[in-house]
């Protein structure tokens, strides 16, 4: 059977397959999109489609690639894409063969994630309680900095988080995670704490809203924007504003670091990995033990820094 006749439909018919037989997250769909056009153009420049493409012309477009200075994760997230889209391709009988099937990525840098410690994150927290133009910005400035710091969510599920699972001063929250997958993450005092004054803040404002004709929403943190929540974007600077408040660098400080912080932390003060794994909502295991080698970084950071004989050392 041959393959829809232009890129755009495969891109397509192939992203409907990943988001409703795999639960692909949006994200991953707009990655996956982005990469497999600018794939999709390359071909058209020389003289291919989607349905030519052998494994010489792909390994071509990762030359050029590597050529236009991308970095390692780009490119081996590229051809991931391809590799999923020809796959799909062939399952479905667009193509007789695969033609990605042998070819060997450039893999990724084993790069260790920053994170924060302890001081720092309370600074950020100290300076969520101090900013914002009004009382009730200020208590959700507070409530999303302490929901990140206490559960790890990710960004995406932390902002997009519906009201109904914060009623009842929980001590629990359920969170639809990547995938569609759902997870329990538990609330730290200061985290319920937060949440029920910003809870008491948001519905005030509502309702003066509701009064006025507004809509009511179905976000904790609510937003007139298209999404009808706060964005990542906007979150973003925000986080970025705090750490300029806190006196922390906003180098090294995203709302994933917050993530981050939450892991090390808690492998810090002796809890195991698969609990941690659970936690993040991470699927492998391996994901996880990342952190490990983040705690010997610092561990061994600590050491060189406060350690007499190797303050000796390095005075000699």
């Excluded at 920053?114 to 101090?130: F, G, I, S, Y």
């Excluded at 959700?140 to 995406?156: D, F, H, K, P, S």
């Excluded at 009064?211 to 924007?225: M, N, Y």
């Amino acid at each position: 059977m041959p393959g829809p006749e232009t890129p755009e439909l495969w891109i397509s018919a192939f992203l409907e397959a990943q988001a409703a037989e795999l639960g692909a997250a949006t994200n991953t769909l707009l990655a996956y999109g982005r990469d497999l056009k600018d794939f999709a153009g390359w071909l058209s420049r020389h003289g291919a489609g989607f349905a030519q493409a052998d494994q010489a012309r792909i390994e071509a477009y990762l030359i050029d690639c590597d050529a236009q200075g991308l970095s390692r994760a780009t490119r081996a997230r590229r051809l991931s894409a391809i590799k999923q889209l020809y796959r799909f391709a062939f399952e479905e009988g667009w193509r007789d063969t695969n033609p990605a099937i042998q070819i060997k990525g450039p893999g990724r840098q084993k790069r260790l994630p920053k994170t924060l410690d302890v001081a720092e994150v309370d600074r950020l927290l100290q300076a969520a309680r101090q900013t914002g133009r009004t009382q009730a910005d200020r208590l959700r400035n507070t409530c999303l900095m302490e929901l990140l710091y206490a559960t790890g969510m990710r960004v995406t599920e932390l902002v997009s988080l519906p009201v109904s699972a914060a009623r009842g001063d929980p001590r629990m929250l359920l969170v639809l995670g990547k995938g569609g997958k759902e997870r329990m993450v538990p609330l730290s005092p200061p985290a319920r704490d937060a949440l029920a004054a910003w809870l008491g803040a948001r519905d005030a404002v509502e309702e003066a809203s509701v009064a006025k004709g507004g809509q009511r929403s179905r976000f904790l943190f609510p937003s007139r924007g298209k999404s009808g929540h706060l964005t990542r974007h906007r979150f973003f600077l925000l986080v970025k504003e705090l750490a300029v408040c806190g006196g922390v660098s906003p180098e090294k400080v995203t709302p994933h670091t917050l993530r981050h912080a939450f892991a090390t932390h808690l492998l810090a003060n002796g809890a195991d990995l698969r609990s941690i794994q659970t936690l993040l909502g991470h699927a492998d295991v391996a994901t996880t033990e990342i952190y490990t080698h983040v705690l010997d970084e610092r561990l061994s950071e600590l050491v060189l820094q406060h350690h007499p004989l190797a303050r000796d050392e390095a005075d000699d």
